[in-house]
């Protein structure tokens, strides 16, 4: 696979803007609202039915459930339902690859963290992001594996993630 130096050469400058929005949006600049960069009306995909007190739904519609999912994914929820979501605040990234195609973005990355309450997190994952004409995020799927997540942060099992590049 090419360095990302090599591939903005070949990426024209709407992928480029897009790429450069997906980065915002994982390394925000202290006091930068992560929400801006997505569409009113836009979509947010997810596997795991449990997120952002949406229970049952995969398909999050409109701003107001995609803030929920950006800022409730690192809120304390230990409490009384059980769940030990991870601590934004120590979220770091590796093996980032990135891949941009006219208006598609793919991110795949693996995320460690610690959890509130305590316990390293890590996982895989790969978002897939549509962008309108704008440069405004219009759709994305966010694919992780979600049994590895379940039994970390709602069953609290010590567990090993898969390795993408080793």
Known sequence: MPERTEMLDR????????????????HPEPGFDPATLVRDDAVWWNGLPYSAGNAGETEHRGIERIRAILYGAGA????????????????RYEDVVVMADGDLVLRQHTMHAKTHGGQDYTNVYAFVFRFDDEGQIAYLTEHWNEWHAWNVLFNHFPMEPAHPNG
């Open 11 to 26: 990426w024209t400058e709407t992928e480029r803007r897009n790429v450069a929005q997906v980065d915002k949006l994982f």
């Open 76 to 91: 304390e929820k230990s409490g009384n339902r059980g769940v030990d979501s991870y601590d934004l605040t120590t979220t």
